[in-house]
């Protein structure tokens, strides 16, 4: 392990050892999911040190991507995992609901504007996709872009804005909030436990989160790319803010063979975010936007 990552695991241990200190609550995460205390710091560095030797890589061979002939969209949650409420107890604005409205519009977008690129879809009802189908779907359609759509959530109503990641380190407790939440939903699979596929991810560990954040994605810099230009253009037309480009360690993006990222489109639970994107006229912008960022990243691909 070199020194350059071993410095970013004592700035990730750094950073969730002070906010584990604080004693800071996560927002909206599923079944009951817990912290655990992260105990004697030096046996936690000690730890994630070793575990980081024995961490399946993300790194896949990368393919040369000079064209984009099939988007992969990913509607986040879905079936039981009705994803963030944006009115707690109530079952009026679900994510799962708006993630799927979304994808299919931007698709049919693509579709109508883009008739050499193939669009597929993790999922085009109300059900439940296991969260490692969803890249490996990906993967095995060869697919050129994978595109996650979710609603962020936050118990302070006030939070507002969208934000868009790839696979990366956390930087900031905001991030691994959102990362943390996300990725909870894997508790959905009885499963995923004994699961080889997330590498013994625990959702319940600071350690997990942590080395996980460090690894990396084959594909960073063409994320970079295609995320800016999803804030660009939706930041424009949408009444929704934007609060940038972030990075995180995301398991649906964590084994992608594509460039890959996930977009937060706005908080549900914010009521301003949330009626403009239970609005038709709110998920077409949301959607025309997007797609005018994939419009420009295919133009840069396939003109460089």
Known sequence: MNVRISARILIELMSI??????????????RGLTQKPIGNFAI??????????????????????????????????????????????????LEKDITLDLSLRLGKLIEEKMPDVKVLYTRKTDKSVKLWERPNFANRNEADLFISIHCNANNNPKAHGSETYFMGLHVNEGNLDVAKRENAVIT???DYKE?????????????????????????????????????????KISQIRSRGVKQAGFLVLWKTSMPSILIETGFITNPED???????????????????????????VEKS
Do not use: W
């Open 17 to 30: 050892y002070n906010m584990y200190e604080k004693r800071k609550k996560y927002s909206f995460l599923p």
């Open 44 to 93: 936690t560095v000690f730890v994630v040190t070793i575990l980081m030797c024995f961490m399946p890589s993300a790194k896949f061979p990368q393919r040369k991507i000079d064209k984009i002939q099939t988007i992969v969209l990913d509607a986040g949650h879905g079936g039981e995992d009705a994803g963030a409420p944006g009115i707690k107890g109530s079952r009026e604005f």
């Open 188 to 190: 959905y699979e009885a």
């Open 195 to 235: 699961n080889d596929r997330y590498g013994g991810f625990d959702p319940n560990s600071p350690e997990s989160h942590i080395i996980f954040s460090l690894v990396q994605n084959a594909y960073m810099n063409q994320s970079l790319r295609l995320s800016s230009y999803v804030e660009a253009k939706t930041g």
């Open 274 to 300: 949330r009626k403009f994107l239970a609005s038709d006229e709110g998920k077409n912008t949301i959607a025309k936007g997007i797609y005018e960022a994939i419009e420009d990243y295919k133009a840069f």
